[in-house]
């Protein structure tokens, strides 16, 4: 019967093969064709904006993105030392032999004159801490060596030459790529048996992405039950104040973010209105004014507050679109208010609340200035700790290689959220 | 219940009023009595107040003054999910996150039935409304008419003495909603529970009711059954809002046993039943059904000369549009039959009619 009428439609044509249009070119090729202009047109109008893009964002982060593992400084700086290190067995014990030596003098000459050994110290040091002295020193001598044999020569620079541990990290880092900053942003160093974990007292980044993490979330709770309330009074009221109320939650939007968390920093603080207000009214006492600054508590409470809209707007739209007739039929038909509310409402209402938490987590997990500045040292995050490494240490290597652990942690949550939730189920709006 | 009265209305509006703003009233002294098993429609163009009393029956809106009755018993007080009224919404209302049987059994659930019985009565309420097959679908995955027939089994299915459907067929074809208007009907009948219907489609509430309360302005300007409705309307309005009426305005002249003599405005004196007109010297409304004007006929007592401005062809019968005593839009319904009067535009012709067919009624 199909076949009839599509025979019928596209004139004289075989049973099987593709479908002809009426100049018998295939009718998909016709389509395309047909479609071509408006897809070109299509591609212009995004270009610059896709073009701009790729210049200013995607490119710079894919560079930085790539130091993370890029390791060229070493196998640059040292070309022969690396080349003759190959014969190097460090489990002999035994710093290398003279070979060696000779090669990094004449690395260490050319090195020294450009003035890159320093910068090869600093590299190396992030590893073993002492190789930055090492090579400053070392380099402001080699000029002065005399011929052959350097080794020697070297030791009486300074005796850490013969350490069998910097000859192992100038080995371990002699490729142009390496996964050292990897492990450490996990807390992780090559040990005797490969890859381990660093002693307890060491670990940092764990910690802080276990808490950056678990902050998140409640930051991420804690506006949805703050949320939820809102956004149904918003979807519910009258027009008139529903809009009052809409520029109330908006509000912060318009406000510098700077100015929002120096104003948490006001109430806050230890002198500040909300410790002074309980003290006045004697609910603690002058010296045991509460700490809500400088930790945990006081990042909770200004991201909450900060990311609120966040959550509110995405629930009040998806509110928006339930019909009211839902609870007043759930109503009818026997349901009491809460059971109106619980089996009916709120199901509906999960796909906004889904939205909202995406967005907050999200957001939440990669906030720096909010924590830099009322989060103390227990209550900073993961990106505190990137900004560090990028304007303060310098280890750009190392701070590549967190942004990339967040980056994978956000996808492996958006994942899991898929799985879960279904992300054909967020709705931000409509 | 003692007295026997008591359970031959199953509710009763006593002097119910209903404002939102405190200044005008929506509705206005509301008497109105449900009778067990009946079929009552409350039909009225938007804004006459029709669903506002349907709401304030089914408790999600309060009445200012006056109490509503359920079966003698006073429920201004008593919240929607105790009053156990089905009700039947304008666009279904069936909860989008379940399937079709779970919106059966919710109604079921939340009275605590146990899930065998459950499952029987959604069973049987879904092949009433002949959708067996459809139990495991979600509402968005059927069509219009499929979902309001879930609508109707869901008020249904926890077998309420009393449902409500508010404009439950606006949103369907019109194939369909002739079809839905006949299922219903005969659910009605078969179950023998007692239907408030509010609607604004004046052939909906001939079709289907067995009472109709036609609403305007907060009033109910008449309550009675369909046939009476049409051919003995109460006031002009309730003339001109059902069914297609001709309207010829004029000054009463004299009132005897019922009767009235009216002078027409276009000149000529006709006599029509005195229903609503006043006294001899005020104005009235003279209502006339297209259907029961006859054309060329000798000896009518009315008569008048129309001028044929227009005719259409309709089969069954032929719509003629003359100038009848100052009104153009006087219609006359003329049947296609052998006999008929050959009828030519621009042509004049005698018209006429039975006393008891023309109804004077008040001016609005």
């Given at each position: ?81 690396v ?5 190097w067995?460090?489990?002999s ?70 350490d ?8 371990r ?131 909450t ?27 009818s ?19 906004g ?17 909010t ?37 994978a ?8 959220y ?13 | ?7 031959e ?51 999600f ?82 069509s ?28 369907l ?31 909906e ?15 109910i ?33 004299s ?87 050959a ?19 008040d001016?609005?």
């Open positions: 019967m199909t076949d009839t009428t599509a025979n019928g439609a596209a004139g004289s044509q075989p049973d099987s093969g593709p479908m002809l249009a009426a100049d018998g070119t295939p009718l998909k090729v016709s389509l395309a064709r047909a479609l071509r202009r408006q897809k070109l047109r299509a591609l212009m109008l995004i270009a610059p904006l896709l073009l701009f893009i790729v210049i200013t964002f995607l490119a710079p982060i894919g560079d930085m993105l790539f130091r993370s593992v890029e390791n060229n400084i070493v196998p640059e700086t040292l070309p022969r030392t080349v003759a290190l190959e014969q067995d460090p489990e014990g035994e710093a290398p032999g003279e070979a060696v030596f000779e090669a990094l003098q004449a690395d260490l000459l050319i090195a020294a004159e450009k003035k890159i050994h320093t910068r090869l110290g600093s590299r190396l040091n992030y590893e073993t801490p002492g190789i930055s002295s090492l090579f400053r020193k070392s380099g402001r001598r080699v000029d002065d060596m005399e011929q052959g044999p350097y080794k020697p020569q070297f030791l009486k620079i300074d005796e850490d030459w013969g069998v541990e910097i000859w192992r990290t100038i080995k880092y002699s490729g142009a790529y390496t996964a050292g900053y990897f492990l450490a942003s996990v807390d992780m160093e090559y040990g005797a048996d490969g890859p381990q974990l660093k002693p307890e007292d060491e670990r940092i980044y764990l910690t802080l992405l276990w808490r950056t993490i678990l902050l998140s979330t409640v930051i991420t709770v804690s506006c949805i039950l703050l949320g939820y309330p809102v956004a149904f009074l918003l979807a519910n009221l009258p027009l008139r104040t529903s809009n009052v109320l809409m520029i109330l939650v908006l509000l912060p939007f318009w406000t510098s973010l700077l100015v929002r968390t120096s104003s948490w920093i006001v109430l806050l603080q230890q002198q500040g209105v909300i410790n002074d207000t309980l003290v006045t009214l004697g609910l603690v006492g002058d010296g045991g004014r509460l700490e809500l600054m400088h930790n945990e508590v006081g990042t909770i409470v200004a991201m507050h900060i990311l609120l809209p966040f959550m509110i707007l995405p629930l009040y739209s998806v509110m928006k679109t339930i019909s009211p007739s839902y609870v007043r039929a759930a109503k038909l026997g349901a009491n208010d809460w059971t109106a509310f619980w089996r009916i409402y709120f199901p509906n209402t999960v796909p609340i889904g939205a909202g938490a995406v967005l907050v987590f999200i957001l939440a997990i990669g906030y720096y200035i924590p830099e500045l009322v989060g103390g040292t227990s209550g900073i995050f993961i990106s505190n700790r990137i900004a560090y490494h990028i304007s303060s240490s310098l280890n750009w290597g190392l701070a590549a290689a967190l942004g990339v652990v967040l980056l942690l956000i996808l492996v949550f958006y994942w899991l898929d799985r879960i939730v279904g992300v054909d189920n967020v709705k931000f709006g409509g | 219940m003692a007295d026997g009265a008591a359970d209305y199953i509710v009763r509006f006593e002097n119910v009023q209903k404002s939102y703003d405190g200044e005008t009233l929506v509705v206005k002294n509301l008497n109105l009595n449900v009778e067990a098993g009946e079929f009552l429609t409350m039909l009225g163009p938007s804004g006459s107040g029709k669903t506002t009393c349907l709401m304030m029956l089914a408790g809106e309060p009445a200012t003054h006056g109490e509503i009755y359920l079966k003698e018993t006073p429920i201004n007080k008593v919240p929607p999910h105790k009053r156990g009224i089905g009700m039947v919404f304008q666009n279904y209302a069936l909860f989008p996150h379940m399937t079709v049987a779970e919106n059966l059994a919710f109604p079921l659930q939340v009275r605590g039935m146990n899930k065998a019985d459950a499952e029987t009565k959604v069973k049987r309420a879904l092949e009433m409304v002949q959708l067996p097959q459809m139990s495991g679908r979600r509402p968005a995955q059927l219009g008419g499929q979902q309001q027939r879930v609508a109707v089994a869901r008020a249904l299915v926890f077998e309420p003495d009393l449902v409500l459907m508010d404009e439950p067929l606006g949103a074809d019109k194939n369909l909603r002739e079809e839905m208007q006949f299922e219903i009907k005969h659910i009605h009948e078969n179950l023998g529970v007692s239907v408030v219907y509010v609607t604004h489609d004046q052939s509430a001939l079709t289907m009711s067995n009472r109709i309360a036609v609403f305007d302005d907060g009033i300007q008449q309550l009675a059954a369909p046939e009476v409705l049409y051919e003995k309307p109460d006031n002009a309005f309730v003339a001109q809002f059902i069914g297609e009426n001709n309207k010829l305005l004029g000054t009463v002249k009132v005897s046993d019922g009767v009235a003599k009216v002078d027409l405005e276009g000149g000529g004196t006709v006599e029509a039943l005195a229903i609503k007109c006043g006294a001899a010297g005020e104005r009235t409304m003279l209502s006339i059904r297209p259907e029961r004007v006859l054309i060329a006929q000798e000896d009518m007592p009315n008569r008048l000369t129309g001028k044929v401005v227009e005719l259409i062809y309709l089969g069954d019968h032929i719509r003629c549009r003359m100038e009848v005593a100052a009104s153009k839009e006087f219609v006359v319904k003329v049947p296609n039959s052998h006999a008929h009067a009828l030519r535009v621009g042509e004049e012709t005698a018209i006429g009619w039975v006393t008891e067919d023309c109804r004077a009624l001016v609005r």
